[in-house]
């Protein structure tokens, strides 16, 4: 932080770390985050080169500077990421340490303008193989056991902020992340600013998820990942119904999305998610634009939202509210014919919410404002032999076809008072809408290659786009 700045700083070289990218530095480089600690804070840098480390723990009023030229490299040991008792994708287990983790601290922060490489083909073969066909989650499905896999193939994620408060991520790098690339949870006052993260090309490499906590801002990052861009969540099922901790007082603005999931509220919602402002974003190629996913066992309020000033190009589709999200993912039970050892955090899993209808989330009181989505999927006649058409079809590869709205909550309770605002959208088709009330849409212009509005299915009160040709 800029008040680290000033106080003393300390080399991790003095105390060990090599930078020829191969020798493991996690000692010396701990070594120095705890003596600055002991001092009562400072600035922990390195000299230009790449260092290789596994988990390493960042302590309070510590800086941990990445200047330019400097490569954090993360060991390809599972030894190297100690377990820790964290949450993970909406429950709480034991799991890797994250290559940097920020675990019960305060004003502690990491910065600029460094990379870290999470090196994590390791971990993406480990899951579904070389070729993506195989692996763990071959093995799972096989069994029955879809929903376990993403828990036993347990990954480091590039930096964890857990239980912390007042916590800076500021204008480095991330590339190739195990699992997820930022997870903040727990936490209360983190700031997100200028992350560029890219080549994620493994299973769940989300760009940054933020957990059951309060007053976060991201803003002027750029994410391109496998999985959500950016994501709000608050639990899972019976464990995050315990917790029962929400996220809220959240900003999202000034940033761009490459391909993943989009920007998503979910599938974790059990704690609830509120007072959030989405804006200012630009998606290019992303598989969504906004995403609200859920699930009949995952419960939780989820309301005041506010999306308004985006851009979606090449975005196949722009809105997709899909709360009965991935049935086989997200529904736990242990096969009847199961023969093995069943751990701790299935038994976790399987518990069984009851009543059944406190697993029924509520989405409502959304708006969403100034939006332009130009997704119409392109074909061979809409490409000429110009420089700038070849260039733009080679930076933003023909994307899938598309759809306009993917809508589908429950009759118990539908996905109620979204006001549409301002919007105009491009794309394929319109798509449908399931299980929806009281919708208004005020200047909300649709043109589609079929022209036809969205389907609708068991809605009450839902106004529809004018439709252009």
């Excluded at 299915?457 to 252009?468: A, D």
Aim: aromatic share 8%; glycine share 8%.
């Amino acid at each position: 932080m800029n008040a680290n700045a000033n106080r003393k700083q300390y080399t991790a070289n003095a105390y060990g770390a090599r930078l020829d990218g191969v020798t493991l530095s996690t000692a010396a480089i701990q070594q120095a985050i705890d003596e600055a600690a002991a001092a009562g804070g400072g600035r922990v840098g390195f000299e230009p080169g790449a260092y290789l480390t596994g988990a390493i723990f960042l302590k309070s009023h510590v800086e941990l500077h990445l200047s330019e030229g400097v490569e954090l490299r993360a060991a390809v040991d599972e030894t190297a990421y100690p377990e820790i008792w964290p949450r993970v994708a909406g429950i709480e287990m034991l799991w890797h340490s994250a290559v940097i983790n920020i675990c019960g601290q305060h004003h502690a922060s990491i910065t600029e303008p460094g990379l870290i490489d999470g090196q994590g083909e390791y971990w993406w073969h480990k899951y579904w193989g070389e070729d993506r066909l195989g692996g763990m989650r071959k093995d799972y499905t096989a069994q029955g056991l879809r929903w376990a896999v993403d828990y036993d193939c347990k990954r480091p994620r590039n930096v964890l902020v857990m239980n912390a408060s007042h916590v800076e991520l500021e204008q480095f790098t991330l590339i190739r992340s195990p699992f997820w690339n930022v997870h903040i949870c727990y936490s209360d006052r983190v700031r997100v600013s200028g992350l560029q993260i890219r080549q994620n090309y493994g299973p769940s490499s989300d760009g940054i998820d933020i957990d059951s906590s309060s007053n976060v801002l991201v803003e002027h990052c750029y994410i391109d990942c496998n999985d959500d861009n950016l994501c709000i969540k608050s639990g899972r099922d019976a464990d995050g119904l315990r917790v029962n901790r929400p996220s809220e007082h959240i900003v999202i603005r000034d940033c761009e999305t490459g391909r993943g999931g989009g920007i998503t509220l979910g599938s974790e919602t059990s704690g609830g998610i509120r007072d959030v402002e989405i804006y200012n974003i630009k998606a290019v190629g992303t598989g969504n634009g906004l995403r609200l996913k859920s699930a009949r066992t995952r419960g939780g309020l989820i309301e005041d939202i506010r999306v308004h000033d985006i851009e979606m190009i090449d975005v196949p589709n722009p809105f997709s509210f899909q709360l009965n999200w991935n049935p086989s993912y997200s529904y736990a039970s242990v096969p009847e014919d199961y023969k093995g050892e069943i751990p701790d955090h299935w038994k976790v899993m399987a518990e069984q919410v009851q009543p059944p209808e406190r697993g029924i989330p509520e989405f409502r009181n959304i708006d969403i404002s100034n939006i332009v989505v130009k997704s119409f999927s392109r074909t061979d006649e809409d490409h000429s032999d110009s420089e700038d058409q070849a260039s733009s079809a080679q930076l933003h590869p023909k994307q899938s076809f598309s759809r306009a709205f993917d809508v589908e909550a429950y009759p118990e309770k539908p996905i109620r008072d979204i006001r549409w605002r301002n919007i105009t959208i491009e794309t394929d088709t319109a798509g449908a809408i399931a299980h929806a009330a009281d919708w208004t849409m005020d200047n909300v212009v649709l043109r589609t290659r079929d022209g036809e509005l969205p389907k609708i299915e068991h809605c009450s009160n839902v106004e529809l786009p004018k439709l252009e040709s």
